[in-house]
């Protein structure tokens, strides 16, 4: 211990006679030790900083590849990017215009242009902050720059982690309903040149469907066109227009028993029926026989003024008929007009006075609400979910289906107005009797449901199908056309099922409401894979449902990935050749995995 405390202050003693000579030259060697510490300490950072980056990078191609758009510029495919990169690497930035994404569609080799696979790549910058700068270490130059950026990527030119989509032919038949959008703006211009909305889709729908009825002649095909409800060709003798076939709105569901009347509610109310109210429209009266009295008006004039033109008969041929009745006594106290006219024994309301007498308020209500904001009698108000959802094979059978005549007259003087505005053709939707001539004469319509077929005409009878252009049509509500499709596709026989929606836009605002009811609280979506298998004409042992976005809408798709279809079901598709690769790969199975991106 001694000779320890010896050596001690031997060393202490030197130490204080040279401390000058030290310190001088621990100032000389402080710079170089700040250096070396900032350079391994930051070099370190930027090493594992880039390594999790390229971490970040792979799992993103990953995520991309699964979402499968097809689409290298889909605002949710850059964000899902930006996503990884941010949660691998939270202290960096990520610049927008630094990330980018490649698919690369790899075909067979046959003349039928069928993808096997896509590749797919995503690169991106990293803007990176070390600890210690050229600026807080001395001498100034020395060390990094605030900022280091870096790229690391994936695709050609940057070396790995290219994921491979691999499609394998799918065997089976299936049967398919497109489901799809014939609002106003479905006219709008694509981005094919020459082509608007629908005509990329009547050629995308009709090259698709070709391929599928070839390779498999058991696999059917069928139409659900929604607006706000969906037309329907009628099998039902038109006592209106003699020869001609009917077109009616359809949907599906329940209305409820009473709708919400405020002080009417004491009355002893039947439930309200379209069917009977379609051809009934007129400014209310004070008393339920001036309301008759009006209707009775409005009646009188379509048939004196708008079926003559259009079935080119005289008022006094339909006198002779019988449609129309001249009435000895008129006014409000007998509720009649100068004549009565309804050739339909159903909705003729002298002959049915106390369904009128029960539901004429009620009716009016609906009537409203068509005037309005909603545009259609469908809300959420009305439907009555607890009946629709109580027998579970209930929306799987045509006793669902509710349907009405289209009543052609002008839009002012149609009741419900707004409901099935697409069934009517481009410029005829304000003309009433040239409607009429139109389907007298079996002259092209706008659109009407087309039920599952083997038979590769009904693809050239949908090609046929137009835009009504008048704001009549301009209405969306998707979940109309959803449900519509179900005793549709309930009746194909094949083991698989596919209900494909395509759209071009959000809901209109009520029938937004009535689509979060559907989706949110009762999970309709889960209802519909899980009845399809239980309620199908044969058995089902798949059940698929996509959404294919036509214009960029990253809330939209998320909205139907995250509330029905799925992540991996719901695609932006734009242009021709990305609706055809998408639509093929949902008739073919898949797999990821990564490959050199020089195979």
Same mark, same amino acid.
């Not at 605030?146 to 030119?157: F, P, Y």
């Not at 904001?373 to 045509?398: H, I, K, Q, R, V």
């Not at 389907?439 to 077929?453: D, M, N, Q, V, W």
């Not at 399809?532 to 294919?548: G, H, M, N, P, Q």
């Given at each position: ?7 001690? !202050? ?8 040279? /401390? ?6 621990? &100032?000389? +060697? ?13 070099? &370190?950072?930027? @090493?594992? =900083? ?28 850059? @964000? #899902? ?31 039928? @242009? ?11 910058? &990293? ?8 600026? %807080? ?48 703006? +479905? ?60 077109? =009616? ?25 379209? =069917? ?12 339920? +026989? ?64 106390? =369904? ?6 009620? &009716? ?44 052609? %007259? ?48 009904? #693809? ?61 609280? !009762? ?27 036509? %214009? ?24 021709? @050749? ?12 898949? /797999? #990821? !995995? ?6």
């Amino acid at each position: 211990m001694h000779r320890i405390r010896k050596v001690f !202050h031997y060393v202490s003693d030197k130490i204080s006679n040279e /401390s000058g000579a030290i310190l001088v030259m621990f &100032a000389l +060697m402080l710079p170089l030790l700040l250096l070396f510490y900032s350079m391994a300490f930051d070099s &370190a950072k930027v @090493q594992r =900083e880039n390594a999790r980056l390229a971490d970040g990078m792979n799992q993103a191609a990953l995520a991309v590849a699964f979402a499968d758009n097809r689409d290298q510029t889909t605002p949710s495919d850059r @964000q #899902l990017v930006r996503d990884y990169l941010q949660y691998y690497l939270p202290g960096a930035d990520i610049p927008d215009d630094g990330l980018s994404i490649t698919a690369r569609i790899n075909y067979f080799d046959d003349a039928k @242009q069928r993808p096997k696979s896509v590749d797919y790549g995503v690169s991106g910058v &990293a803007v990176m902050h070390p600890v210690f700068t050229n600026k %807080t270490v001395q001498p100034q130059g020395i060390g990094y720059s605030k900022d280091i950026s870096t790229r690391v990527g994936s695709g050609a030119g940057h070396g790995s982690g290219v994921v491979r989509k691999t499609l394998a032919k799918f065997a089976g038949s299936a049967d398919y309903v497109f489901v799809v959008d014939f609002s106003g703006s +479905m006219s709008s211009g694509s981005l094919e040149p020459g082509m608007n909305r629908i005509q990329l889709l009547h050629k995308v729908v009709k090259d698709f469907g070709r391929k599928v009825l070839d390779d498999n002649p058991d696999t059917t095909i069928g139409f659900v066109p929604f607006s706000i409800g969906v037309p329907v060709k009628s099998t039902r003798y038109n006592n209106d227009m003699p020869g001609g076939f009917e077109l =009616e709105c359809s949907w599906v569901g329940e209305l409820r028993t009473d709708y919400n009347l405020d002080s009417e509610t004491t009355l002893n109310l039947r439930k309200f029926n379209p =069917e009977f109210w379609y051809n009934k429209n007129g400014t209310p009266g004070t008393t339920e +026989m001036t309301q008759r009295k009006r209707y009775d008006e409005s009646l009188y004039d379509y048939y004196k003024n708008i079926l003559t033109e259009g079935l080119g008969l005289t008022f006094e041929q339909m006198v002779d008929r019988g449609w129309c009745v001249k009435n000895s006594s008129t006014g409000n106290g007998p509720g009649r007009a100068e004549y009565s006219c309804d050739a339909s024994p159903r909705t003729n309301m002298f002959n049915n006075t106390a =369904e009128f007498t029960d539901t004429y308020l009620i &009716a009016q209500k609906f009537m409203d609400l068509t005037d309005s904001s909603p545009y259609t009698y469908l809300t959420n108000d009305t439907l009555d979910f607890d009946a629709m959802f109580a027998d579970e094979g209930y929306l799987f059978s045509d006793a669902a289906v509710k349907t009405h005549p289209l009543f052609y %007259t002008y839009l002012g003087k149609r009741p419900f107005r707004y409901m099935c505005g697409s069934a009517f053709a481009p410029s005829t939707v304000n003309n009433s009797s040239q409607v009429i001539k139109s389907i007298k004469f079996g002259k092209k319509t706008g659109s009407y449901l087309i039920e599952l077929s083997s038979d590769p005409a009904v #693809l050239d009878e949908f090609a046929q199908m137009d835009i009504t252009d008048n704001a009549v049509s301009a209405w969306t509500d998707s979940s109309s056309g959803l449900l519509r499709a179900l005793p549709v596709i309930a009746k194909g026989v094949n083991p698989r099922k596919i209900i494909i929606i395509i759209s071009d836009g959000d809901d209109t605002a009520e029938p937004q409401k009535v689509a979060d009811t559907l989706h949110k609280t !009762h999970k309709v979506c889960d209802r519909i894979r899980t009845g399809l298998r239980k309620y199908s004409a044969a058995e089902t042992t798949s059940v698929d449902l996509y959404f294919i976005s036509l %214009t960029t809408g990253a809330s939209r798709v998320k909205y139907w990935a995250d509330n029905c279809v799925g992540a991996d079901h719901a695609f932006t598709a734009r242009k021709y @050749q990305q609706l055809i690769d998408t639509l093929t790969g949902i008739v073919q199975k898949e /797999s #990821l !995995h990564f490959v050199n991106d020089r195979d």
